[in-house]
């Protein structure tokens, strides 16, 4: 990657020891299987009803923000409102300690998964530390007093399956190619968005046939129940059929409070030898706080300001996810055939306009956020996938581990500022939910422009 003349470290992704995708034959006559390709992406789709169905679209905003956990004496009056408001508030706070514990974390573990060559074992490690959080979910009863025991669930949650994102993402170089990076990433995603639609459509199914109840607590554990069980199940074809990478990086291993010392080297590494991926790593900290802030709350601003029920939310979140899978998987041709950098500027920006329309023009109602939540679904994966395939087209070999992890790092050291100004900014407005789309919109518009200023990474053509 050409930057502004600092040396370079050598590219996983070369001309001369790039794997192709699918069956196509390198040089060296390897090949990548199309079953590795499908198990990679298939962690997409185990790992999608903890953010789908529990934070997204159902549990967290029909369950944990809801009359559930507010004082019985204020339900059905004019302060029922304000207590609905003050537990959005609450969850904002939760989710920020959850991104502070990432930030100290993720870099560091990812950066010794590198070392030892074991980016795959702890991969299953933080899987199965995902898995027992949703778990947990299960057993939160109604009552107020549970309150900040389910947030801690969502945190933890959040804490574990960013982790396992990290070296799940670091894998992302065993299963394409520089020609075709950008590709295998929006499969992930789309996958992911398709194991959404599938699960939330499940929930629709039980409920119309009487299965399950949206008015019940017990609702609520069985889907968060049902939603570790799926992650269980679909994880295991990535840990039968996606390798261990080998282990490129030639560092030794350090004791895990020296890896700190050796985090804040790699950081002036990068600044001095791949001075693009460090501003990058910036930029895309600030958009994808302000993105993770959309899927988190979002459903959140459907359920309270919009009036959403049980259902609404669940069909809401069907139509959403099947807008968003498609344009995720087409997406990632273009970011092949124009540049992640691209396809990233077009999805923040337009992610800055549905999140204001839906602020100013609030009293239009429910068909004014349905129709805003519809477009913002066109630029919610596409962004995701692209920002891996950048990073993947532009992290240095045998540092993949480490460089994901400070991607992960850097997001969540700016991830107090919009789970920070949502809740600051509705607690400024008399718990006014609406207020925090104002701070979402602001770190998604901060994001965009710095990206603005950082170097696209060179696009290899297909044919």
């Known amino acids: 990657m050409a930057n502004d003349g600092s040396p370079q470290s050598p590219s996983r992704f070369t001309d001369t020891d790039a794997l192709p995708l699918v069956g196509l034959t390198a040089n060296d006559g390897a090949t990548i299987p199309k079953r590795r390709v499908w198990s990679w992406a298939l962690w997409d789709w185990a790992t999608q009803p903890f953010n789908t169905v529990l934070i997204t679209f159902v549990w967290v905003p029909s369950y944990l923000t809801s009359t559930f956990f507010v004082d019985p004496a204020a339900v059905g009056t004019a302060g029922e409102e304000a207590a609905l408001g003050q537990l959005a508030s609450n969850l904002g706070y939760g989710i920020t300690i959850a991104g502070l514990l990432i930030a100290l974390l993720a870099p560091?573990?990812?950066?010794?998964?590198?070392?030892?060559?074991?980016?795959?074992?702890?991969?299953?490690?933080?899987?199965?530390?995902?898995?027992?959080?949703?778990?947990?979910?299960?057993?939160?009863?109604?009552?107020?007093?549970?309150?900040?025991?389910?947030?801690?669930?969502?945190?933890?949650?959040?804490?574990?399956?960013?982790?396992?994102?990290?070296?799940?993402?670091?894998?992302?170089?065993?299963?394409?190619?520089?020609?075709?990076?950008?590709?295998?990433?929006?499969?992930?995603?789309?996958?992911?968005?398709?194991?959404?639609?599938?699960?939330?459509?499940?929930?629709?199914?039980?409920?119309?046939?009487?299965?399950?109840?949206?008015?019940?607590?017990?609702?609520?554990?069985?889907?968060?129940?049902?939603?570790?069980?799926?992650?269980?199940?679909?994880?295991?074809?990535?840990?039968?059929?996606?390798?261990?990478?080998?282990?490129?990086?030639?560092?030794?291993?350090?004791?895990?409070?020296?890896?700190?010392?050796?985090?804040?080297?790699?950081?002036?590494?990068?600044?001095?030898?791949?001075?693009?991926?460090?501003?990058?790593?910036?930029?895309?900290?600030?958009?994808?706080?302000?993105?993770?802030?959309?899927?988190?709350?979002?459903?959140?601003?459907?359920?309270?300001?919009?009036?959403?029920t049980f259902t609404d939310l669940v069909i809401f979140g069907i139509a959403l996810n099947i807008v968003a899978g498609i344009s995720t998987i087409f997406a990632g041709r273009l970011d092949d055939r124009f540049g992640p950098k691209n396809v990233i500027l077009v999805s923040v920006f337009g992610l800055v306009a549905c999140t204001l329309t839906v602020f100013f023009l609030v009293d239009l109602g429910t068909p004014m956020f349905w129709a805003a939540g519809l477009v913002l679904a066109l630029f919610t994966g596409p962004a995701q996938a692209a920002s891996r395939s950048f990073l993947a087209r532009v992290t240095p070999a045998g540092r993949e581990g480490e460089v994901f992890g400070l991607y992960a790092t850097t997001g969540r050291a700016a991830g107090w500022m919009a789970s920070l100004l949502w809740g600051v900014l509705i607690a400024l407005a008399a718990n006014q939910t609406i207020y925090g789309l104002l701070g979402i919109a602001l770190v998604l518009l901060a994001g965009g422009i710095m990206l603005l200023f950082v170097k696209a990474p060179p696009r290899l053509t297909t044919s």
């Open 108 to 308: 560091v573990l990812g950066q010794r998964a590198d070392r030892t060559g074991r980016q795959k074992s702890q991969l299953f490690l933080f899987t199965g530390l995902l898995i027992a959080a949703q778990l947990g979910m299960a057993f939160v009863q109604p009552g107020a007093e549970w309150f900040w025991i389910g947030v801690a669930f969502i945190a933890v949650g959040s804490v574990f399956g960013e982790i396992a994102g990290v070296n799940y993402n670091a894998l992302l170089i065993s299963v394409s190619t520089p020609k075709t990076v950008g590709k295998v990433s929006g499969l992930g995603w789309g996958f992911g968005y398709l194991g959404g639609i599938i699960a939330l459509a499940l929930v629709v199914g039980l409920i119309l046939g009487g299965v399950l109840d949206g008015t019940v607590a017990s609702t609520f554990q069985i889907i968060a129940l049902a939603s570790s069980i799926w992650t269980l199940i679909f994880v295991i074809p990535l840990f039968l059929y996606v390798p261990e990478p080998p282990k490129l990086s030639a560092a030794p291993t350090v004791g895990f409070f020296r890896s700190y010392v050796e985090l804040w080297r790699s950081i002036v590494r990068l600044w001095k030898e791949n001075r693009s991926t460090f501003w990058f790593l910036l930029a895309s900290a600030v958009y994808r706080d302000g993105l993770s802030a959309v899927f988190v709350f979002g459903a959140v601003i459907a359920s309270i300001v919009f009036g959403f």
